[in-house]
């Protein structure tokens, strides 16, 4: 039963009433809808909960100034939401989101918050594979800057006409700095999706780069591949 604090209005209100939750964060009361997840416990999501896992530990493990030092370090990290309006991450969670960049790309973790440097950002062009080729590649509009690492994410065969949605993606493969613009990335991508087959289908590929050093991550460029004969 939700539990409600009562003013002039209503100030606050805490646990689950109908369909709703209602509870706090540290950016305001937030009311959301009540679901009761599944755990399906995929390969896929554990392999991520374990990753997470590691890294909520090796934060726990940090000394009193470290962690201090990471909630210092968040101003030098915001990000703009939709409104146009700053938007800080805790200390943990800025440690969680640069470690867990640096972990995929297979780089050393970091205890100690970095000096933002930036990074610069690749533009996918084009795509194209073919099944009876056994061929995948994805066109640049750049080689990777020295000191970072491209992660190249994609798609499964998806259905003729069936855009990529976000939890379509799965990390495929990296390339260090100094890659060809055009990369093959069909054994990456058979090596976890499996052979090419439908043809028509299409398959969302997307890159981003790592700054190999602080973790920090550009955003995400795209194209969709329309498989070939």
């Known amino acids: 039963m939700a539990k409600i604090l009562f003013g002039d209005g209503i100030t606050d209100a805490r646990g689950k009433t109908g369909g709703s939750v209602y509870t706090k964060n540290?950016?305001?009361?937030?009311?959301?809808?009540?679901?009761?997840?599944?755990?399906?416990?995929?390969?896929?999501?554990?392999?991520?909960?374990?990753?997470?896992?590691?890294?909520?530990?090796?934060?726990?493990a940090l000394t009193a100034s470290q962690i201090a030092a990471w909630n210092a370090a968040t101003a030098n990290f915001a990000k703009t939401?939709?409104?146009?309006?700053?938007?800080?991450?805790?200390?943990?969670?800025?440690?969680?989101?640069?470690?867990?960049?640096?972990?995929?790309?297979?780089?050393?973790?970091?205890?100690?918050?970095?000096?933002?440097?930036?990074?610069?950002?690749?533009?996918?062009?084009?795509?194209?594979?073919?099944?009876?080729?056994?061929?995948?590649?994805?066109?640049?509009?750049?080689?990777v800057t020295a000191g970072s690492t491209l992660v190249v994410e994609a798609t499964p065969q998806l259905s003729a006409g069936k855009q990529p949605a976000k939890n379509n993606y799965r990390v495929i493969g990296t390339f260090a700095a100094a890659h060809a613009a055009s990369l093959n990335i069909y054994a990456m991508w058979t090596a976890k999706f499996g052979g090419l087959t439908a043809i028509g289908s299409n398959i969302g590929v997307r890159v981003s780069n790592v700054n190999t050093t602080t973790g920090e991550k550009t955003p995400y460029n795209s194209t969709k591949i329309v498989v070939a004969a």
């Open 81 to 143: 939401n939709v409104f146009k309006q700053a938007k800080h991450l805790t200390g943990h969670a800025l440690y969680i989101a640069l470690n867990r960049n640096l972990q995929t790309i297979g780089a050393s973790l970091i205890s100690d918050p970095p000096t933002p440097t930036g990074v610069d950002a690749n533009l996918v062009l084009s795509g194209a594979a073919s099944v009876g080729g056994g061929t995948m590649t994805a066109t640049l509009d750049t080689t």
């Open 26 to 60: 540290r950016y305001g009361a937030v009311r959301r809808r009540k679901v009761s997840p599944t755990q399906p416990r995929t390969s896929f999501q554990m392999a991520v909960r374990a990753h997470f896992a590691t890294l909520t530990q090796g934060f726990r």
